[in-house]
């Protein structure tokens, strides 16, 4: 899935590696969708904040994430440190395979798989393995990266179970697996959407998502 992220970027890690919060991501890239995006619903109380979103080849959005709970950091956690509670909803438009533009090429296609790989990404982003050298630490994510891909590719696998969560009420069905790092699950909504989360220190079992009724309430 080959996207770009513009409008509301990640700021640079700091000296030691952690994330350094931006002064206020900006809403504009949200704004600028065509689809409606996802977060958790009303059960969840805590915190909430823009991640950034994804374009196609095309420039149009595509893709985005909401972050709820602690903000994650890149950093080098000591055995035992609390490394935060969050979860993250990343909502993906379902696209078929459509003409550039330009009428070039095609755009590639989205599904539910699309999400399962954004998601498995963005959990690796804020996990690796504190103990390794930084060195180390681009093959690494190469290497993960390609995983998150075969196993997005493969949702009928073994790797995945199911997990029944609401989606603005109604019980949907999500693919779902676990790792050292955390959690990862991917479904569709009624919205013409895809759905994937992420997460550590918080359960996915007890979540529901629901329709962000505005999204410059984030910002």
Do not use: C
Request: aromatic fraction near 10%; glycine fraction near 12%.
């Amino acid at each position: 899935m080959e996207t770009t992220s513009r409008a509301v970027e990640q700021t640079p890690a700091a000296e030691g590696g952690q994330q350094v919060p931006s002064a206020r991501r900006t809403v504009d890239g949200y704004l600028e969708a065509p689809f409606p995006w996802y977060g958790l619903d009303e059960a969840f109380t805590g915190p909430r904040w823009l991640m950034q979103v994804g374009a196609a080849a095309d420039g149009a959005v595509e893709h985005g994430s909401i972050g709820h709970g602690d903000e994650p950091s890149v950093r080098h956690e000591t055995a035992g440190e609390d490394r935060g509670k969050f979860a993250v909803v990343v909502t993906v438009a379902a696209n078929p395979v459509r003409r550039s533009p330009d009428g070039t090429g095609l755009l590639e296609a989205t599904s539910v798989s699309s999400a399962a790989w954004l998601a498995g990404v963005g959990l690796l982003t804020f996990t690796w393995p504190g103990q390794m050298d930084h060195s180390l630490r681009d093959d690494w994510l190469d290497q993960q990266t390609e995983t998150a891909w075969v196993l997005a590719d493969d949702l009928a696998g073994s790797d995945w179970s199911t997990l029944s969560l609401p989606v603005d009420g109604v019980p949907t069905s999500f693919h779902y697996r676990e790792s050292e790092f955390g959690w990862v699950l991917a479904g569709s909504t009624s919205q013409g959407v895809h759905v994937g989360a992420y997460g550590r220190g918080m359960s996915a079992y007890g979540l529901g998502f629901a329709m962000i009724k505005d999204i410059e309430t984030y910002a």
